[in-house]
C-alpha cells in the first residue's frame, strides 16, 4: 500500500495497474470529482460511494456500515482472478480499518 498525495495530478497509467484503490479527504477536496474522472478512464471500475453506503444502506449504523465493509472486502478477495479496479470513495473510521490496508493505493486530496 502506498499514499498518493499529488492532486490534482492524478497519473491514470498508475491507476491501471491497480486493483483496489480508496480516495480520502476533507468534504469538498474532490473526491466524488477525482472519482468520476477515474470512471470516465476505466469504466468497468465498481465505485463504491462511502457517503451513500452509510447514510442510505446502513442507515446511519457504524456497526452494520463495519459490517457491509468487511463482506465487500470479502467478495472482492474471492474474486481475485478478476482485473475489475475497486474504488472506495469517502473517508470514515471503519473504512480505515476495513479498507486501507487492503488498498493498493490511497488517494488523501486535501484542500490546501
Same mark, same amino acid.
Given at each position: 500500500m502506498k !499514499?498518493? &498525495? #499529488? &492532486?490534482p495530478e492524478i497519473n491514470m497509467n498508475n491507476i491501471r495497474n491497480q486493483r483496489v484503490i480508496? +480516495?480520502?479527504g476533507p468534504s469538498g477536496s474532490g473526491k466524488t470529482t477525482v472519482c468520476n474522472e477515474i470512471l470516465r478512464? !476505466?469504466?468497468?471500475s465498481l465505485h463504491i460511494d462511502l457517503d451513500k453506503m452509510f447514510f442510505?444502506?446502513?442507515k446511519e449504523d457504524p456497526v +452494520? !456500515?463495519?459490517k457491509s465493509l468487511r463482506l465487500i472486502i470479502k467478495t472482492i478477495k474471492q474474486n481475485s482472478n478478476n482485473?475489475? +479496479?475497486?474504488?472506495?470513495d469517502g473517508n470514515y473510521r471503519a473504512?480505515? #480499518?476495513e479498507v486501507w490496508n487492503r488498498c493498493d493505493i490511497i488517494y &488523501? +486530496?486535501?484542500i490546501h
Open positions: !499514499f498518493v &498525495y #499529488k &492532486y480508496s +480516495l480520502v478512464n !476505466f469504466p468497468n442510505q444502506e446502513c +452494520l !456500515f463495519a482485473e475489475q +479496479l475497486v474504488i472506495f473504512a480505515r #480499518k &488523501y +486530496l486535501d
